[in-house]
């Protein structure tokens, strides 16, 4: 395999994924072996260990017990369904300090609001259906009922006429044949207007479905054990043609689910904590993690709110993207789709897949860099994008890092966390159902610092 060194990082993700993880969608075909390139060791049970005083490896270990705590005690390892569990016990999920800011339990860094923890909430189960005489943010009692069928022949026309120019495009890149690399157009997704014809009559329209105006965060403790369709989202781009490109990004990108109806993020800047836009042309929003995984069993409503950030006073900010946008599964199962929402002056470009009979898994890091660099955690497995999930892309030195990231994996299928550090990749290999790592890092890792990885499959059980 041939090294492409890019802006000082090694662009190896994508040969990597397409050799270990073949998929259908994929434009690319990866090289024969690229395990030159991965230093591991053979496999084993356990991470590599340096045999010292004090175990760097039990450091990071005891340090990642007392940020993510193991409450339940019958746990005697980071798989929720070895033997000696039953899929019918009831698993407390735990909370999580980022650093030195407050307590909560949500994963993501730098969020708006926590993850909710309350119990007895009356979404428990299938999505409900809010009772009409329950107060909503559905703007449809603004409209009269004459103007239903007008709202609903525009949304169409609107909507057709925008899959007939995407019909366009695809049909001319396909015109040129195979050895074109022409990337292909985002399709345009069910962007809801701001009334439909069922909110006008006051029918089962999304807001009283997903009861769009309750703004509470999902409950992180909500989960399956047993494998279901989940939602993984790999990417979210702002991309535009027009010079007037915003600078500095803040704002929410959220799932309302089947499971729960309630928010979960997977974007969310507070203004404090904008995001620098770098370029005009595509820029790709960092991504926190989701505070569960997210279950679609026919559909999900993504919910967007992005705000420019301007100079000075709150009021001058631009609002670039706010829209309901609902996924509807039908057939469409472990395909890669890219979707656009599109905005007044730039569009949000949306990677992502749902994934046939999967399950959670909650991926752990601790990092600690003895010299700068830079480091790179990327998560790899059967039906995910060439890039994979971006776990973290930041320099370190010096102080400790510690996260957690929650995606989807299919039942019984590997997952790989990659490190790439400098112009080296280190490479932990999991699969549900095994103790720890099946294949490690072998000790040269330590030149680089202390990094450990562990993952814990099907953790909760809702049911």
């Known amino acids: 395999m041939e090294e492409q060194v890019s802006h000082g990082a090694v662009e190896l993700r994508l040969s990597y994924h397409a050799t270990h993880y073949p998929n259908a969608c994929a434009d690319h075909a990866g090289p024969e072996d690229p395990g030159d390139l991965l230093e591991v060791a053979e496999p084993h049970d356990q991470p590599a260990h340096v045999v010292t005083d004090l175990d760097p490896c039990e450091i990071a270990h005891r340090a990642l017990d ?52 309350e119990e007895g909430s009356d979404y428990d189960g299938d999505r409900q259906v809010i009772d009409d005489d329950e107060e909503t943010n559905c703007p449809g009692k603004l409209y009269p009922e004459s103007e239903a069928d007008e709202i609903e022949r525009k949304w169409a026309k609107s909507t057709f006429q925008q899959f007939v120019e995407y019909s366009k495009i695809w049909d001319e890149i396909m015109a040129l044949g195979d050895e074109d690399d022409t990337p292909l157009p985002p399709r345009p997704m069910k962007v809801f207007p701001d009334a439909t014809a069922a909110c006008v009559l006051g029918l089962d329209c999304h807001h009283r479905v997903y009861r769009t105006h309750d703004t509470s965060t999902t409950p992180s403790t909500l989960g399956y054990r047993t494998p279901k369709a989940m939602l993984q989202i790999f990417s979210l781009c702002l991309s535009s043609s027009e010079p007037s490109c915003p600078t500095s990004v803040y704002g929410i990108f959220a799932i309302r689910d089947n499971f729960d109806p309630r928010r979960n993020y997977v974007f969310n800047r507070a203004r404090v904590d904008s995001v620098a836009v770098q370029k005009q042309e595509s820029f790709v929003l960092p991504l926190c993690s989701p505070c569960r995984g997210m279950y679609v069993s026919d559909k999900a409503l993504l919910e967007v709110d992005l705000w420019e950030n301007k100079e000075g006073d709150e009021s001058a900010d631009k609002q670039q993207i706010s829209a309901y946008v609902e996924i509807d599964i039908v057939l469409e199962h472990d395909f890669l789709f890219c979707g656009r929402i599109p905005g007044d002056k730039c569009n949000l470009d949306i990677t992502y897949t749902v994934l046939a009979r999967s399950v959670e898994a909650v991926i752990q890091v601790y990092a600690k860099a003895d010299h700068p660099h830079h480091v790179r955690f990327t998560a790899f497995s059967t039906g995910y994008c060439k890039d994979g999930v971006m776990l973290l892309d930041d320099k370190l030195f010096g102080s400790e890092k510690l996260f957690q990231h929650i995606v989807a994996v299919k039942a019984n299928e590997e997952l790989d966390v990659v490190l790439e550090v400098d112009n080296s990749l280190f490479k932990w290999t999991f699969q549900d159902e095994y103790v720890g790592a099946v294949i490690s890092p072998d000790d040269s890792i330590f030149d680089y610092g202390l990094f450990f990885v562990r993952v814990m499959f099907a953790p909760k059980d809702s049911q």
């Open 66 to 117: 007392l940020m993510f705590p193991r409450e339940d005690s019958d746990w005697s390892s980071w798989s929720a369904r070895e033997e000696g569990t039953s899929d019918d016990d009831d698993v407390e999920t735990v909370q999580v300090i980022d650093g030195d800011e407050e307590e909560t339990d949500c994963p993501g860094e730098n969020v708006v609001d926590g993850c909710s923890t």
